[in-house]
Structures are given as C-alpha cells and as structure tokens.
T-cell receptor
Framework: DAGVIQSPRHEVTEMGQEVTLRCKPI?????LFWYRQTMMRGLELLIY????????DSGMPEDRFSAKMPNASFSTLKIQPSEPRDSAVYFC????????????FGSGTRLTVV | DQQVKQNSPSLSVQEGRISILNCDYT??????FLWYKKYPAEGPTFLIS?????DKNEDGRFTVFLNKSAKHLSLHIVPSQPGDSAVYFC???????????FGTGTRLTIIP
C-alpha cells in the first residue's frame, strides 16, 4: 500500500480564493482524520469520518471550512474564501479501527495564503 | 484551551546521551497516551504508547513514563542518535474515544 496520499504537497493562493485539499486513505481503513499543524496550536483535529460519515466537526474553525468523504477512498477539505490566517500544514490520517491509535498520516499539504 | 502541553519547543542533546521530552495534560479523562515522531516534509509516525494502568513502557531505546497524579508523561531516548532529530508530538485520548488530542511538539536536535 502506498500509504495515505495527499495532494497537492504545496499550495500558494491569494486571499479570497477557494482552496481544495485532497486525501486518499489507506484501503480498508474505516477512519479518516483531518488535522492542521501550526506553531501555536500544534496538531489540531478539524474533523473526522467513520465509514465516510462525518462524526465530529467541532474542530472546524468556521463556516469557511468544509469537508466531504464521498467514498471510502477519497476525501476533500475545502476552504472558501481563504484567508492568510489559514496558512498552515494540513494533514490527513487514517486508521483501521476506533482503538487503533497508531494513525497513518499523509505527508501533508503546506498551504500559504497571501 | 490546550489540553496537552509540551512546554519545551526545542531541545538539544549530545549524541549518545539521554534525551528527555516532557508532556503535561489537563484532562483527567485521558487514560491512553502516545508519542509520535515527525521528520521535515513528512507526516507524523507513531512511536510508542502507554495505558494509564501502567507507569512505564519500553521499546528498545525508547521508554515512556507516566505519572498520573502529576498528569505528566515523559519520553526517554537512550542513547540518542542523530536519526532521532525530529519533532516529537505527545498525544492523549480516553480509550474508546475515536480521536487523539495532540500537543504542540518539541523539536529535538541531536548534536554529533
């Protein structure tokens, strides 16, 4: 398995533009997590899915953020409109089961909003 | 509200010596703890974990200690090697819960 695949690796966009981050989890993993890494807050959980269903989106900072998982092999995180304070590294992770805390993370998407 | 805190943003240790990374938590419901390691331009990878029924867990050069009364855990790396240079994240959960709460990370640099 190629692991968790995220795209793009880097994204530079102008304030106000829509940004879409993509994630392909490991096949067979039932859980998918979106995290954001910043210096001040470390790794923050934004949202997670179980069997493609959003379970907890309480970490989504505001309505500008949305996430979908249309099938077991694909998820998107969208920011519309983007703002400079959204600049961060966004990670997707997947895990096999609820108590499988050894998440497999993707390599992340570094987002810069100018 | 940072429920998992790593108060040292960085740490430098001589190769061959012991590295000690610290983590504090505030949520008394947490009963399962993990350490993740992250290299630049890569995602974090799981390193070692400990349940609250234990106060120590060892895996090769890595040992995690848990002090429940102090709500404190630490990761010991002995001996430290250059390949240990990375950012280390502490994480916690209530076992059965489906999500992890991570700290802010500590950047460990091993000096040759």
């Amino acid at each position: 398995d190629a692991g968790v695949i995220q795209s793009p690796r880097h994204e530079v966009t102008e304030m106000g533009q829509e940004v879409t981050l993509r994630c392909k989890p490991i096949s067979g993993h039932d859980y998918l997590f979106w995290y954001r890494q910043t210096m001040m807050r470390g790794l923050e959980l934004l949202i997670y899915f179980n069997n493609n269903v959003p379970i907890d989106d309480s970490g989504m900072p505001e309505d500008r953020f949305s996430a979908k998982m249309p099938n077991a092999s694909f998820s998107t995180l969208k920011i519309q409109p983007s703002e400079p304070r959204d600049s961060a590294v966004y990670f997707c992770a997947s895990s096999l089961a609820a108590q499988d805390y050894g998440y497999t993370f993707g390599s992340g998407t570094r987002l810069t909003v100018v | 509200d940072q429920q998992v805190k790593q108060n040292s943003p960085s740490l430098s240790v001589q190769e061959g010596r012991i590295s000690i990374l610290n983590c504090d938590y505030t949520n008394s419901m947490f009963d399962y703890f993990l350490w993740y390691k992250k290299y630049p331009a890569e995602g974090p990878t799981f390193l070692i974990s400990i349940s609250s029924i234990k106060d120590k867990n060892e895996d090769g050069r890595f040992t995690v200690f848990l002090n429940k009364s102090a709500k404190h855990l630490s990761l010991h790396i002995v001996p430290s090697q250059p390949g240990d240079s990375a950012v280390y994240f502490c994480a916690a959960t209530h076992f059965g819960n489906e999500k992890l709460t991570f700290g802010t990370g500590t950047r460990l640099t091993i000096i040759p």
